[in-house]
């Protein structure tokens, strides 16, 4: 059976989430009591639902903290469960609930609007060492789809390792374990023949190729993550974001993504993602 949770804070796109994951056949609850977890899975297995979807959050209150028991429980069981927690930025949540003008879930005792998002902070905190994190601060929602899509897909158990293509002057994306800023190196965009490309394009990774110290810094980052990668299988994390930065997200930040997830695709389950590009 897989069983993915989709949690995180309100207003960050877990409906769009959910939605994608019934469209793909799961059976899709929203709002899930943690304590219901258990019996309800029991259930839906008995009766031959092998695609489960839900969505838990702080809309069911401190029980939320229950839930990587309830997750540790399940694996144990056999089931095959994916926990993905959705954020985003304060200011960007409040622009979202101001321009749907919904009631935040917590707002029901009085707090304003950021003081019901710093309590929803604090409330699923604890689900963060369990689950894979997506920042959408910046994403439109065809990109958050499509990232839903990739997780879903995912081979069970063991750590997946995600690059991810970001560019500074939009933001560190909230996502990240690691962030690596290549600013330094020298920019393909001044090139009026490679600005309009990116760097999946051949000619982009043809010029960062040919910058010796673009090639020094893609080794010493490769280095270090292979030295690092068996701590963090030893401590069973199971997803592990490294982010690469560069001023506008589209050039040498892609193809340090590119080349990096090339080179550790042997060695465990990758993936690449562009933040800038929308893929």
């Known amino acids: 059976m897989q069983l993915i949770l989709i949690t995180g804070l309100s207003g960050s796109g877990k409906s769009v989430a959910l939605a994608v994951l019934e469209d793909a056949g799961f059976y899709c609850i929203d709002n899930l009591p943690v304590a219901m977890v258990g ?20 809309r069911t209150g401190s029980a939320v903290t229950g839930l990587p028991e309830q997750v540790q429980r399940l694996r144990a069981e056999g089931i095959d469960v994916r926990v993905m927690f959705l ?11 101001s321009e749907t003008r919904r009631r935040h879930p917590l707002s029901q005792g009085g ?48 750590l997946t390792l995600l690059f991810e293509s970001f560019g500074f ?21 001044y090139d009026p023949k490679l600005q309009p490309l990116t760097g999946c394009d051949a000619a982009v990774a043809q010029f960062l190729r ?19 990668l068996p701590s963090f299988e030893r401590d069973n ?6 982010a690469i930065g ?34």
């Open 39 to 58: 019996n309800l899975v029991e259930s839906l297995r008995a009766s031959g639902n092998d695609r489960v979807a839900l969505t838990i959050d702080a």
């Open 87 to 97: 954020e985003a930025k304060s200011d960007t949540l409040i622009k979202r609930y």
């Open 111 to 158: 707090l304003t609007l950021p003081e019901c998002i710093a309590r929803e902070r604090e409330l699923v905190a604890g689900i963060s060492d369990i689950a894979h994190h997506v920042d959408t601060s910046d994403l439109a929602p065809n990109t958050l789809r499509n990232w839903v899509k990739d997780f879903a897909a995912l081979p069970v158990a063991g």
């Open 169 to 189: 002057k939009h933001g560190i994306p909230l996502d990240a374990d690691f962030v690596f800023d290549v600013r330094c190196l020298p920019n393909p965009y």
């Open 210 to 228: 040919g910058t010796p110290d673009a090639m020094r810094m893609l080794d010493d980052i490769h280095r270090f993550i292979a030295d690092w």
């Open 237 to 242: 994390r199971s997803y592990l974001t490294i």
């Open 246 to 279: 560069c001023t506008g997200g589209r050039h040498r930040s892609v193809f340090f993504v590119e080349m990096l997830a090339e080179k550790f695709r042997a060695r465990t389950r990758t993936l690449a993602r562009h933040r800038e590009l929308g893929a």
